[in-house]
């Protein structure tokens, strides 16, 4: 699978979104330049609307991970990456809204938050970014 295939939720509704990874640095600079973001104990959310020449399938969320050597070594950054995608596929198909693009980086507290501490970030983060389904268009 490549990095820009979408990865579908674990039930097969079509009405769910697929979850796509942000293949480019340059869709990572362009929602750092927003500076729509979040920072929670686990994790910082950046968010920014998709582009209209954005290439993707309806019905698609497009999400990317970074986790900086700051915060360890490989082994801990491919640790905390692998928490965030498990945390991302629970919930952005369901709670997120479908016309923005995030970015999730990892923060040193990453590998040692429960799992359920670190789905609390997400949301809480989701909700601050303004970014939970049903708040479309509330933010300029």
Do not use: H
């Amino acid at each position: 699978m490549t990095t820009a295939e979408a990865t579908t939720p674990d039930s097969a509704d079509p009405a769910i979104p697929l979850i796509a990874r942000l293949p480019k640095r340059r869709d990572f600079l362009r929602i750092a330049a927003t500076k729509r973001r979040w920072a929670a104990p686990g994790l910082v959310l950046q968010t920014a609307p998709i582009p209209d020449d954005a290439e993707m399938r309806a019905g698609t969320i497009r999400v990317g991970f970074t986790a900086t050597r700051k915060i360890g070594n490989a082994v801990v950054r491919n640790r905390a990456r692998r928490r965030l995608r498990a945390a991302v596929r629970e919930i952005i198909p369901t709670r997120a809204r479908p016309d923005l693009d995030y970015v999730l980086i990892a923060r040193a507290a990453t590998g040692g938050r429960t799992y359920a501490a670190l789905r609390d970030d997400l949301v809480t983060a989701l909700d601050r970014c303004d970014a939970l389904a049903g708040n479309e268009g509330s933010q300029t």
